[in-house]
Nanobody, 121 residues
Framework: QVHLAESGGGLVQAGGSLSLSCAAS????????MAWFRQAPGEEREFVAA???????FYSQSVKGRFTISRDNAKNSVYLQMNSLKSEDTAVYYC???????????????WGQGTQVTVSS
């Protein structure tokens, strides 16, 4: 089993920045891929960004150029730096992990509890 614990998030004005962190514990061999997803009220959960153990990075088109994903393998942690935030970025952000890269929610076996990000306009 893998336990994912997110931190960060909160309330910020449009144009501002926030940083999220996610620390993995347990069977970390299953965290070759760590990703961020988000879910806005009434919407489906969607892919935001992902990074592999060897440093490959993938972004959704909606956040590319504004968000930066990074990871620290020694700390089994992944981070999401969010800049130039927009009201449409308001959502619960989830950390996810698994062994293969994918943009699909169903591809990830392990999930954090989620952290709220609210961007006021």
């Amino acid at each position: 089993q893998v336990h994912l614990a997110e931190s960060g998030g909160g309330l910020v004005q449009a144009g501002g920045s926030l940083s999220l962190s996610c620390a993995a514990s347990g069977r970390t061999a299953s965290t070759a891929v760590m990703a961020w997803f988000r879910q806005a009220p009434g919407e489906e959960r969607e892919f935001v960004a992902a990074t592999t153990w060897d440093g490959s990075i993938f972004y959704s088109q909606s956040v590319k150029g504004r968000f930066t994903i990074s990871r620290d393998n020694a700390k089994n942690s992944v981070y999401l730096q969010m800049n130039s935030l927009k009201s449409e970025d308001t959502a619960v952000y989830y950390c996810a992990a698994d062994t293969s890269i994918s943009r699909r929610v169903s591809a990830y076996a392990y999930w954090g509890q989620g952290t709220q990000v609210t961007v006021s306009s």
